[in-house]
């Protein structure tokens, strides 16, 4: 039933959307504006659904999570709190939150491609998660 590249995906997967809503997390308290404030909220709750069924899949197979890696959380964690000194908090959280949705959409497309023998399914969730982030992108673009 399963294969390694299924595994290796969920996996990646799993990683891709913990790593969002560490970032949507790490900066919904400097927002100002309460229209980006709503949309930070409306993409951690679409991230944290995902983030359900990921772990319902995981489950399935009997598999562990995948934290994402600690460099990956320090840069972005560094990042994010040395931009936002500068001010114009809005402006710079979407910006951020941008590098961060380009950023997951390249390495889940990525990791499609390298696990291409994954079951549909789960190919299926990584989809889900690259439109996520591909809208939370769009919505971001007026606050740029």
Avoid at 117 to 127: F, H, M, Q, V
Wanted: charge should be negative.
């Amino acid at each position: 039933m399963s294969n390694d590249d299924t595994i290796k995906l969920l996996k990646e997967c799993d990683s891709g959307a913990k790593m969002g809503i560490e970032g949507i997390n790490g900066v919904m308290d400097k927002a100002d504006n309460k229209q980006l404030l709503s949309i930070l909220d409306k993409y951690l709750k679409d991230h944290e659904k995902l983030e359900e069924k990921i772990q319902d899949e995981l489950h399935k197979f009997d598999c562990d999570e995948k934290e994402p890696a600690v460099i990956a959380k320090a840069m972005s964690w560094l990042k994010i709190n040395v931009k936002l000194i500068k001010g114009e908090h809005d402006k710079v959280i979407a910006d951020l939150m941008t590098e961060g949705c380009n950023m997951g959409i390249k390495s889940i497309c990525r990791y499609l491609n390298q696990y291409s023998s994954a079951l549909e399914s789960i190919k299926s969730l990584c989809y889900d998660l690259v439109e996520i982030e591909e809208n939370f992108a769009k919505d971001l673009r007026k606050f740029l």
